[in-house]
């Protein structure tokens, strides 16, 4: 079976554009959740959803934004980008809003020059 | 003070080595315990899961957790060049709250 997916791979953005991030959860998962990772730092909860709803929001402004769809992939929204939105994008998937079942894709990797 | 602290190191043994890693952590409201590994710009792989307080082994890994002194530890025995990694504690109430709190990562080389 296929892990978690994500495209695109990596990104280059300047200061102020968007950027959308796309994520395929495992078959069979309903839960898609996204992180933030910053060099040298441990992944950051940026957004939880569950059956097409959000069941979780951590601490980021409102230019991140998401989505889930009907077959469960999902999509990250990053308007007016910023120089500190540089990091790698994490997708987790998981069969339920459960904390030991989640399971990561490779992300992508955002540079905001 | 952080939800979760992990000394970063680096941290370097030689092969064969027991390794200890360690994480603290101050919300009583966890519940549930990982150990994540993860390699240079790659997502992180769930190595370890335990729920509540316990010992859980597998293989030549073990994952501690001990809530009265809210400390989790994870040992890795007879340690190969190929557990070189980052490797990432994290956390969370559980319930519907899905979200995991992890610590920075603590990097480990093992040399051959």
């Known amino acids: 079976d296929a892990g978690v997916t994500q495209s695109p791979t990596h990104l280059i953005k300047t200061r102020g554009q968007q950027v959308t991030l796309r994520c395929s959860p495992i078959s069979g998962h309903k839960s898609v959740s996204w992180y933030q990772q910053v060099l040298g730092q441990g992944p950051q909860f940026i957004f939880q959803?569950?059956?097409?709803?959000?069941?979780g929001r951590g601490n980021f402004p409102d230019r991140f934004s998401a989505r889930q769809f009907p077959n469960y992939s999902s999509e990250l929204n990053v308007n007016a980008l910023l120089l500190g939105d540089s990091a790698l994008y994490l997708c987790a998937s998981s069969p339920v809003v459960r904390a030991d079942t989640q399971y990561f894709g490779p992300g992508t990797r955002l540079t905001v020059l | 003070q952080k939800e979760v602290e992990q000394d970063p190191g680096p941290l370097s043994v030689p092969e064969g080595a027991i390794v200890s890693l360690n994480c603290t952590y101050s919300n009583s409201a966890f519940q549930y315990f990982m150990w994540y590994r993860q390699y240079s710009r790659k997502g992180p792989e769930l190595l370890m899961y335990?729920?509540?307080?316990g010992n859980k082994e597998d293989g030549r890994f073990t994952a501690q957790v001990d809530k009265s002194s809210k400390y989790i530890s994870l040992f890795i025995r007879d340690s190969q060049p190929s557990d070189s990694a980052t490797y990432l504690c994290?956390?969370?109430?559980?319930?519907?709250?899905?979200?995991?709190?992890f610590g920075k990562g603590t990097k480990l080389s093992v040399k051959p």
């Open positions: 994290a956390m969370s109430a559980g319930g519907s709250q899905g979200n995991l709190i």
């Open positions: 335990t729920y509540s307080s």
């Open positions: 959803y569950y059956e097409k709803e959000e069941r």
